[in-house]
């Protein structure tokens, strides 16, 4: 039985409940480098904690996004320092409670209650991007006048849209809620399986779409001189135009283990 904790960097509360969760859990518990580094206790870097039955997450959506790409399909439970977030259902005084139950229900059934969702994966000639939680972003060299990309958007084979734009996202459910929404993108539901893809300040612009998980979506992009397509705002390629990109659900999805999400209560975070 073993346990991973990474908690949000450079933040004296965080690391005070990786540290009551250390020492509070009947279990092996390895703590992320940087953490431990705060903690004055022994780390591990936190890749190597994906062999991991349970990984905890303290801190933010941002952490969590942290510890999910990095930990491989280890079931992540997200702690919240007070802010509902969209990743993170333990409130910080029920952490220790939260994580014990979940140790529990591993050593009677092998494994902790966990919810997956989706992520999504963009690959083009000879090169895939890592999967994203979030949404993946297909854009011009650079935002704004004189900086954007000429793009075409087809779904199963069909045209959908096509346009100069600053680009393109595509974003998960979870991503509904991140940049989705401020380039005017939807709301969508953890329990809708679905894509959404929102074109960004089109010339010609379509409304948001859904489309089933399924989809095969291909982004073709042109007129300009290069072009970029970004994962969560972490990983990034640049692309030689013209380019296409294809963009599906990834095969493996991220384990978020657990009580479930209010997810009306975390819209609160919004206003």
């Known amino acids: 039985m073993s346990v991973g904790v990474v908690a949000r960097r450079n933040n004296r509360r965080a690391a005070g409940l990786a540290d009551d969760v250390r020492r509070a859990i009947d279990a092996s518990v390895r703590i992320e480098e940087e ?41 992540v439970m997200g702690v919240n320092l007070g802010e509902v977030g969209f990743l993170n259902a333990v409130a910080p005084d029920e952490a220790v409670e939260a994580v014990r139950a979940a140790v529990e229900r591993i050593r009677e059934t092998g494994t902790p209650r966990t919810r997956e969702l989706p992520q999504v994966e963009a690959t083009g000639e000879g090169w895939s991007l890592p999967p994203a939680m979030n949404e993946v972003a297909v854009m011009g060299p650079r935002r704004g006048r004189g900086g954007g990309v000429g793009i075409e958007v087809r779904v199963d084979g069909s045209l959908y849209g096509g346009s100069h734009a600053d680009g393109v996202l595509v974003s998960t459910p979870t991503g509904s ?58 990983t990034t390629r640049e692309l030689e135009v013209p380019a296409q990109v294809s963009l599906g659900v990834a095969d493996e999805p991220v384990r978020v283990a657990g009580p479930p999400l209010d997810f009306f209560a975390a819209l609160g975070k919004l206003d």
Do not use: K, Q, W
Not at 210 to 227: I, M
């Open 177 to 234: 809620t991140a940049y989705n929404l401020s380039e005017g993108g939807p709301l969508v539901h953890p329990d809708v399986g679905a894509l959404v893809v929102t074109e960004m300040c089109a010339a010609d612009p379509m409304p948001p779409l859904a489309v089933p998980l399924d989809a095969d979506l291909t982004v073709r992009v042109d007129d300009a001189p290069a072009a970029v397509i970004v994962g969560d705002g972490r």
């Open 35 to 75: 953490t431990a580094d705060a903690l004055g206790v022994p780390g591990v870097p936190v890749e190597e904690l994906a062999d991991a039955d349970l990984v905890v997450s303290i801190g933010g959506d941002g952490t969590f996004l942290y510890a999910a790409r990095a930990v491989d399909g280890a079931p």
